[in-house]
Every structure is written in C-alpha cells, then in structure tokens.
C-alpha cells in the first residue's frame, strides 16, 4: 500500500522539477546569446542533462524519507538549504547592471552652448529701436518747429463755442506738419453760417505761421478784395498760380510747407476754383505736395442750421457724433456745387449760443480798453437775434455784429 503511493508522489513532483529546469535553461542559453539550434547550445544542454539527473537522483533520495511520504503539504525548511555564497550573490548583483560613479569623481551638468545667432539678433533689434525711436524724435522736431501747441492755446482762448472744429483742425496740421514727404497736399475746408468764426480762425492761422516761418511761405487770400470783377478772372487765374507757384518753390528750397488761407470762397468763379482744384491734385511734382491750403467759405451753413435746430439734444448729448454726420451730410451737397470739394478735409462750424455771444462782447471790450461790465454785456446781448430751439438760444448772425455794438459805445 505505502510503496504505490511513493511512485505517485515521485512523478508529481518531477514534472514541476522539469519545468523549473526547462526554463532556467532557456533563460541561460539566451543570456549566453545563443539560440536552441546551435552547437554550443546542444554541448551546453548536454551538461545541463547531466546536472538534471544529479538533481533528480538528490531528489529521489529526499522523497525516499518516511517524512516525505507522511507529510500532506510541500514544507521546506529553510535551516536544511546551503547557505548561498559571496559569489552567487555577486552574480546576482551583476545581473541588474545599473550605472554608478566612483565616490571620488565629480558629477556635472550638461554645457548649455550659447549660439552666436542669439547675439546677432540681440543686435538686430537693438539697431530697428534706435531708428525707430530717432524716428519718432524727428517726427517730434518737426512739430516743435511749427509751434503747435502755442497755436492750438490760441486758438482756444480767441474761439468760443467751436471746441470740435479747433480739435479736428489742430489734429490734421499735427499728422501732417510732422514729416516733409507726403503723397498729396493738405486740404481744410471750413463750412458754417456766418458769424460763427470761421474768418477768424484763418487769421489766427495766417499770423501764426507767418511768425514761425516768415511772411514769404504764408498767402492770405481775399476773394473779394483780389477779384472784385468778375470779368478780370483770366488775370486772378494768373496771379493765384503765379503765387502758389513761387511760394511752394521757394518753401522746397528751405524744407519748409507753406499755407494758404482762401477766404470768401463762395465769390470765386467756377474756373478760378478749376484753377485752384488743380493745385490739390496728387499728379505733381513733388513741391506742389508738400502744402496746406485752408478754405473759407459760407457753403453748407443753411444745412447745419437746419439740421442743428431739428436735433438739438442729440447736439448736446453727442456733438462728436452730431459732427461726423454733417460731415456726411456737406459732402454730396458740396460736391454737387464742384468736384473740387471731394478732395478737401470738411470741418463744419456750428451756431454760437448766447454765453458765447457774451464771451464775444468781453474780448472785444478788453481789446478796445472799454471796462467790461457784466450788466452791460448781458444788456448788449440781449440786443442781438437768436434762435430758440430746446430750450437753448442760438445766435443768428453770431459775433458778426458785436464790434459794430462795441464801437457804437
């Protein structure tokens, strides 16, 4: 009974036994590098059978023992097992390879190498902000000397109740004062009813200018007083040329722009204003380019009174936008009087309200050395016709008639 069963047990175990060895044996041949079919492998597999039947003689002898056969389980003790030695252990070491440095030797970080290109494109941008900044600085000088700023102070402390027109003015003279080249002239054409200071911004202009750059380089020009008859327009044709002609040569020898104040412009014949739109032309030589020409005329000054009485609050609550529609407005009504109006830079002036009428009487009393009286003033205003639309008073004439008050006191 005792001897069937150790035979049974015997193969039970051998079989895993084989297992076991199989595949350390196949572990070893490929960490050899060698393959199944080789020569070296089968002389290797040889030696390996050898050692397998070692193994299994030992394995024999042990399942041979009465504690083998009575026991149920697989125990191993592992105070019967040999020891394993220094060098096995080192073997097992060597199979898990892992990179180490020596104690004594010093760990560094990769170099990063600067590029030369990084310096060169350093210096690239250095040298495109230097000419960028020069740039702006001459753009600078050049504003400084047509004195701006002194002319823009000016303005507002002689014009009342026209802050929009004396900011879009001011604005165009800026971008176009700041350089010498320009691709076409600078065209301002101021639009309004009468009195409402429009002849006397283009006094302040032509004074200015000519103080800053001499009496040579600025052309105030009378309508009226230059061409009084109608039937000499040949000789006004010939005389307006000749003087833009030689100004605008005379200002490209010097590097300088020369302005032009045209006022009455309503007065000039449809041929002296084909002489005039000629001049505003990009297709001229380069002189004739670098201009200003300022355009004073009482066309368009029904449209804006109508359209400034029909909209009063959206005057006052956006006069910005009020003004960029009359814009839109003049241009077809202007156009259709001359094609010369669409190559011009609008500016529409609007009506004057009865504090400016007052602010009128007290600057026009000052220049005369009267004592300006407020009760006087208020009494001199209140002479004069207005207006009255939204609960506001507008002036009809504007300041037209207050230095004919003035001088009757």
Not at 73 to 95: E, G
Not at 315 to 341: A, G, I, M
Request: hydrophobic share 40%.
């Amino acid at each position: 009974m005792d001897g069937r069963k150790a035979p049974q047990k015997l193969s039970l175990l051998s079989s895993p036994v084989r297992a076991v060895i199989r595949l350390r044996r196949t572990a070893h041949l490929l960490k050899k590098g060698l393959l199944p079919g080789d020569p070296q492998a089968k002389l290797l597999q040889r030696q390996i059978s050898l050692g397998r039947a070692k193994v299994g003689a030992a394995a024999s002898s042990l399942l041979s023992q009465a504690s083998f056969e009575s026991s149920q389980y697989f125990t191993f003790d592992t105070s019967a097992l040999p020891s394993p030695s220094k060098s096995s252990k080192r073997k097992k070491r060597l199979r898990n390879p892992r990179v180490l440095y020596p104690d004594s030797s010093r760990k560094y970080l990769p170099v990063e190498h600067k590029s030369k290109a990084k310096r060169c494109l350093l210096l690239l941008i250095g040298i495109v902000c230097f000419q960028i900044l020069n740039a702006i600085e001459n753009l600078d000088d050049n504003v400084l000397k047509y004195d701006l700023d002194g002319l823009e102070k000016t303005m507002h402390r002689e014009v009342f109740g026209q802050p929009l027109a004396i900011e879009s003015i001011m604005g165009l003279l800026k971008d176009y004062l700041a350089t010498h080249i320009h691709s076409k002239p600078l065209v301002i054409s101021f639009h309004g009813p009468s009195g409402v200071g429009k002849s006397h911004v283009g006094w302040l202009l032509a004074k200015h200018f000519r103080s800053v750059l001499g009496h040579g380089f600025v052309l105030h020009f009378f309508t009226m007083h230059r061409c009084p008859d109608p039937t000499s327009v040949s000789a006004c044709q010939a005389e307006l040329s000749e003087a833009i002609g030689d100004m605008v040569a005379q200002a490209e020898m010097e590097e300088k722009i020369p302005v032009f104040v045209l006022d009455e412009v309503e007065s000039m014949s449809p041929a002296l204003l084909e002489t005039l739109g000629g001049f505003f032309r990009k297709n001229q030589t380069n002189e004739f380019l670098n201009a200003v020409y300022v355009l004073i005329s009482n066309l368009g000054g029904n449209e804006i009174t109508q359209d400034l009485l029909q909209n009063v609050s959206s005057y006052l609550l956006d006069p910005q936008r009020k003004v960029e529609e009359l814009r839109t407005t003049l241009r077809p009504v202007l156009h259709s009087l001359h094609p010369l109006w669409t190559l011009v830079e609008i500016i529409p002036f609007m009506l004057l309200e009865k504090k400016h009428i007052q602010s009128c009487f007290y600057e026009e009393m000052m220049t005369e050395g009267i004592y300006p009286d407020p009760g006087h003033i208020e009494r001199l205003t209140r002479q004069l016709n207005y207006y009255t639309q939204g609960g506001h008073q507008f002036a009809i004439n504007g300041c037209k008639q207050v230095v004919a008050q003035v001088n009757l006191l």
